[in-house]
């Protein structure tokens, strides 16, 4: 099974800042690999797929980048609705997400 | 509006059993491969079961083979979730969703409900 380590678990920002997410796979997943956003009470949003592709509607400061076993989430220019969990999710045969990073207000 | 609406969830005791139901709207679900996803208090989420848009394949977590099955109801526009033999760690707010593309599926997912709270506990 293909494990998924996410890091940091807690990550405190402000407002305006520039944010990295990593996710690291336990085996080559090439850039099978998605990110979500949940909020609180809310359900997940997709935000990126195949590591880099923007979906549709979301706003252009999520980026995604990596292949192969790391791959990082970039929000650039932090924005108050911003404050939330992501994780990643690997897709290359079976599923499995990372185990998540909090975004709160630092 | 195109949602996706669980329901069945409730306090169970271990060895016990429940049925999720996911219903859909706004679309046809038989039109997609959907899945189940859980997600424990505090924890992060994790893929249960997932079944082909006929009902014709459908695929499991190793923890829950043999104890969880996964099955669907065209007409109804319905996906459900039979548990069974259930323990303290499947405790979980319990997501159906929808994976993107269709007959094409691309295998993240584009649609979530807000989810059934299963509590196993004596």
């Known amino acids: 099974d293909i494990q998924m380590t996410q890091s940091p678990s807690t990550l405190s920002a402000s407002v305006g800042d520039r944010v990295t997410i990593t996710c690291r796979a336990s085996h080559n997943i090439n850039t099978w690999l998605a990110w979500y956003q949940q909020k609180p009470g809310k359900v997940p949003k997709l935000l990126i797929y195949k590591a880099s592709n923007l979906e549709s509607g979301v706003p252009s400061r999520f980026s995604g980048s990596g292949s192969g076993t790391e791959f990082t989430l970039t929000i650039s220019g932090l924005q108050s609705d911003d404050f939330a969990s992501y994780c990643c999710?690997?897709?290359?045969?079976?599923?499995?997400f990372g185990g998540g990073t909090k975004v709160e207000v630092k | 509006e195109v949602q996706l609406v669980e329901s069945g969830g409730g306090l169970v005791q271990p060895g016990g059993s429940l049925r999720l139901s996911c219903v859909a709207s706004g679309f046809s679900s038989s039109a997609y491969w959907m899945a189940w996803v859980r997600q424990p208090p505090g924890k992060g989420l994790e893929y249960v079961a997932c079944?082909?848009?006929?009902?014709?394949?459908?695929y499991y977590v190793d923890s829950v083979k043999g104890r969880f099955t996964i099955s669907r109801d065209s007409a109804k526009n319905s996906m459900y979730l039979q548990v069974n033999s259930l323990r303290t760690e499947d405790t979980a707010l319990y997501y159906c969703?929808?994976?993107?593309?269709?007959?094409?599926?691309?295998?993240?997912?584009?649609?979530w409900g807000r989810g059934t709270l299963v509590t196993v506990s004596s």
């Open positions: 999710q690997q897709y290359n045969g079976s599923f499995t």
């Open positions: 079944i082909k848009e006929d009902g014709s394949e459908e």
């Open positions: 969703a929808r994976f993107c593309g269709g007959s094409a599926p691309r295998w993240y997912f584009d649609l």
